[in-house]
């Protein structure tokens, strides 16, 4: 049985590493839809994601989606495409309460189930300087909400509530539990910090 990873994402791979999984990583190149709903929205394209990456796989192996997405007055917001999204999508976070969507989905033994996790993220006030300075990191460009917690963005952060992993990219809880409801155990040999 092998475990592959349907993302090239350094993140979620370093999350996965950290807790002591033995897994393959297969890039998937999808067309990310958004729908009204974000729960919906993460959960349809992490099951995409899983479905085109499935398809190398043998029916015992079991092959694990993300999408993640940020989510602020009722819009979505993706990953910026330019150094000027990034400032206008930053902007708008600066001293508010966003919320973090992560879909997740699984397939084994021809079985697919999915779920989603959500977190709340309080930003500080941004200075157009500081705002700045992080867009020249080159850190926003592929991460949704033009942020990555565990990078410079972590000075931004006033709080946090719920699954810090979420906001990452792999809520490690909320895979765990799905893993158990398919009655499978990955053993890890490292522990998250």
Not at 82 to 111: P, Q
Not at 113 to 137: C, Q
Not at 179 to 191: F, R, Y
């Amino acid at each position: 049985m092998k475990v592959m990873l349907a993302s090239g994402s350094p993140r979620r791979i370093n999350i996965l590493k950290k807790l002591g999984v033995d897994f393959v990583v297969r890039k998937v190149n999808i067309d990310e839809k958004i729908f009204e709903s974000p729960d919906y929205t993460v959960i349809y394209n992490a099951q995409k994601k899983v479905e085109e990456a499935s398809k190398e796989m043998m029916p015992e192996d079991i092959v694990i989606g993300f999408d993640t997405i940020v989510y602020l007055n009722r819009k979505i917001i993706g990953k910026p495409r330019d150094r000027e999204e990034a400032f206008k999508i930053l902007s708008k976070l600066s001293g508010k309460t966003h919320k973090v969507f992560t879909g997740i989905a699984i397939k084994y033994n021809m079985d697919l189930i999915s779920d989603f996790d959500v977190s709340s993220v309080t930003f500080k006030k941004l200075m157009d300087t500081e705002i700045l300075e992080y867009i020249n990191s080159g850190e926003p460009f592929d991460k949704a909400g033009a942020y990555g917690v565990q990078g410079k963005a972590v000075s931004f952060i006033e709080k946090i509530e719920g699954s810090y992993t979420n906001v990452v990219g792999l809520p490690v809880e909320k895979l765990q539990n799905l893993l158990g409801k398919l009655g499978v155990h990955i053993e890890g040999k490292g522990v998250l910090e």
